[in-house]
């Protein structure tokens, strides 16, 4: 999440409290996946209040927080979501990414993780995270499905 559905920047105010800034456009990228039939999860290494909320707002109901080991959650998702592990993309930023982005079928890089994130996957997107990044990895997965011509159609 951090560093992916934003810019990895936390916000800490005098309080104590913590905000993100998160890309709305992304939001949409997120729920045209859901729409088009697409599961949609999240694991990711921090709780986080604001992670809370965004994942409601959107109705994201496979959320992982506070996981130390992205890879030992992935059973976990299989058997939630029937589906196989080849049939997942991952999205990651940095060094707690690469053990799940070993085991799945599609592992992406925002255009500004870490250097061995990046060797390590299949793919970078051109936009950095919180700044687009998931939109066009939401679109490239429609495109590759053969559902993005009937979602433009939509608009």
């Given at each position: 999440m951090d560093g992916v559905l934003t810019d990895g920047g936390i916000i800490y105010n005098d309080h104590g409290i913590e905000t993100k800034i998160f890309n709305v456009k992304d939001g949409l990228g997120i729920r045209l996946l859901m729409e088009a039939g697409i599961k949609v999860g999240i694991i990711t290494g921090r709780r986080?209040?604001?992670?809370?909320?965004?994942?409601?707002?959107?109705?994201?109901?496979?959320?992982f927080d506070g996981i130390k080991d992205k890879a030992?959650?992935?059973?976990?998702?299989?058997?939630?979501?029937?589906?196989?592990?080849?049939?997942?993309?991952?999205?990651?930023?940095?060094?707690?990414?690469?053990s799940l982005m070993k085991i799945i079928g599609?592992?992406?890089?925002?255009?500004?993780?870490?250097?061995?994130?990046?060797?390590?996957?299949?793919?970078?997107?051109?936009?950095?995270?919180?700044?687009?990044?998931?939109?066009?990895?939401?679109?490239?997965?429609?495109?590759?499905?053969?559902?993005?011509?009937?979602?433009l159609e939509r608009f």
């Open positions: 986080s209040g604001a992670l809370t909320h965004r994942c409601n707002n959107l109705n994201i109901s496979l959320v030992a959650v992935l059973n976990s998702v299989l058997d939630m979501t029937g589906i196989s592990a080849k049939e997942i993309a991952f999205v990651g930023d940095d060094l707690p990414d690469l599609v592992s992406i890089a925002v255009a500004d993780a870490h250097e061995i994130v990046r060797e390590k996957s299949d793919m970078i997107t051109s936009a950095t995270g919180g700044a687009g990044a998931v939109r066009e990895v939401c679109e490239l997965i429609l495109k590759a499905k053969g559902r993005w011509e009937e979602i």
